[in-house]
């Protein structure tokens, strides 16, 4: 059974950093590409980045170019997500998943106010 859980979410002020992290079990990281997605309130999913699977070519959506680095461990089947200078619009439940119809954790909310 596959198993993605999101962690690291919080309540930061802008101008803040946080790292998310997704641990995977029942499948393998590096064996296909992995995103995140984040869900705004009243608003629907948007793709925020992407990994494929040897981990050497990343992708980030324009609103996070130059904010945020995705990267993966594969000694820890661990994605994670460094979100820098973080804005409130950033404000979101954040996922991991396979792709967007594949399997994705509970999310981890992110929340930035001052």
């Known amino acids: 059974e596959v198993q993605l859980v999101e962690s690291g979410g919080g309540l930061v002020q802008p101008g803040s950093s946080l790292t998310l992290s997704c641990a995977a079990s029942?499948?393998?990281?590096?064996?296909?590409?992995m995103y995140w997605f984040r869900q705004a309130p009243g608003k629907g999913l948007d793709w925020v980045s992407s990994?494929?699977?040897?981990?050497?070519?990343?992708y980030y959506a324009d609103s996070v170019k130059g904010r945020f680095i995705i990267s993966r461990d594969d000694s820890k089947n661990t994605m994670y997500l460094q979100m820098n200078t973080l804005k409130p619009e950033d404000t979101a439940l954040y996922y991991c998943?396979?792709?967007?119809?594949?399997?994705r954790g509970q999310g981890t909310q992110v929340t930035v106010a001052s």
């Open positions: 998943a396979t792709g967007l119809n594949g399997p």
């Open positions: 029942g499948l393998s990281l590096n064996t296909l590409t």
């Open positions: 990994i494929n699977h040897d981990g050497h070519d990343t």
